[in-house]
Each structure stands twice: as structure tokens, then as C-alpha cells.
């Protein structure tokens, strides 16, 4: 066999981890992550906002929105390109 040449095990043993979707899938799960903690995050906030011993405050909601949209929609495009 000469230099740079590959055999058919070769090529067979070289298989992309997820195939050749391996950004998809990325964007898919980050996506989804991103909407799924963002609106969970407003959903259920900590348990008492009057605590004076907590410093995390309340998520701003319009910045909590932007964020679930954009995950949905990186989601969406993500699971488009898939089932394409």
C-alpha cells in the first residue's frame, strides 16, 4: 500500500462520532438548554426573594425572554437540519 492511500478497514474504523451531524446535535442540545434553564429559571425562582442572606436577584424578564426565543429558535433549525 502506498503513502496516503487507505484501505477499506481503514475507512470503515473512522467514523465520526454522531456522524457527520455532530453540529447539529451541538446546537440542538445548547439550544435546548438554553430555553429549558432560562425558563425554568422564571418559572420557579428561589424560594424566598426577601431573604436578605441570598444575592442572587430575580432574572429580568425581558432579557429572559430574548434568551428562551433565541434557544428556540437554534432548537428549531438544529431539528430542521436533522430530520432534513
Excluded: E
Amino acid at each position: 500500500m502506498f503513502l496516503g492511500q487507505v484501505s477499506s478497514t481503514d475507512a470503515a474504523d473512522n467514523v465520526a462520532f454522531l456522524g457527520d451531524d455532530l453540529l447539529a446535535w451541538l446546537v440542538l442540545a445548547m439550544g435546548a438548554a438554553l430555553a429549558a434553564g432560562t425558563l425554568l429559571a422564571l418559572v420557579r425562582p428561589r424560594p424566598d426573594p426577601d431573604d436578605a442572606s441570598s444575592d442572587l436577584p430575580r432574572p429580568p424578564l425581558a432579557r429572559s425572554v430574548v434568551m428562551i426565543v433565541v434557544g428556540l429558535l437554534a432548537s428549531v433549525w438544529s431539528l430542521a437540519s436533522l430530520l432534513t
